[in-house]
């Protein structure tokens, strides 16, 4: 009887993954809270038991219709979740605010500061939507081609907050 208890205590304070933390990262990334148009359609199954990972988390669309989100652990023994976005606020019967082609200004933005740069969106979207967007270099100077994904604040503008 002793050992079964002691099994029950082990799997009950065995580490798991902060799903709290995975649905911070997710509402940052779509830019919406869960339940929120464009955000997790709920926050993440709480009966999950996921392995901490010890890397960092990478998350991307899975598909172009950005209809979810790909959590996933590049750990050896990682794992991928994928998170439903509540559609209707990327897009969908929204005017588009920013063309794709558009010149816009990719404004970076972290705790106490700002910086801005000109770009090029690589796709079109409303105010709210979530698009890549990749940065122009000045005449004469040589242009690094990262294309990153950047949220619209209003036509011609698009930030990419750091966390």
């Known amino acids: 009887m002793s050992a079964s208890l002691f099994l029950l205590a082990a799997v009950a304070t065995a580490p798991f993954a902060d799903l709290d933390a995975i649905d911070r990262q997710v509402a940052r990334f779509t830019g919406a809270s869960a339940g929120e148009l464009g ?32 959590v996933q652990c590049a750990d050896p023994s990682g794992w991928r979740l994928f998170v439903p976005v509540r559609s209707g606020g990327t897009g969908q019967g929204d005017p588009a605010a920013v063309t794709r082609g558009d010149a816009v200004s990719i404004a970076v933005s972290g705790e106490g500061f700002t910086v801005s740069q000109p770009g090029e969106a690589m796709e079109s979207g409303p105010v709210g939507g ?34």
């Open 39 to 70: 955000g997790a359609a709920t926050p993440v199954d709480r009966r999950l038991r996921l392995q901490p990972c010890r890397s960092a988390l990478a998350l991307s669309w899975r598909t172009q219709a950005q209809d979810s989100v790909v």
């Open 130 to 163: 979530w698009i890549r967007v990749r940065p122009v270099a000045a005449p004469g100077k040589i242009a690094r081609a990262d294309v990153m994904r950047a949220r619209i604040e209003r036509p011609g503008l698009v930030s990419v907050p750091l966390p």
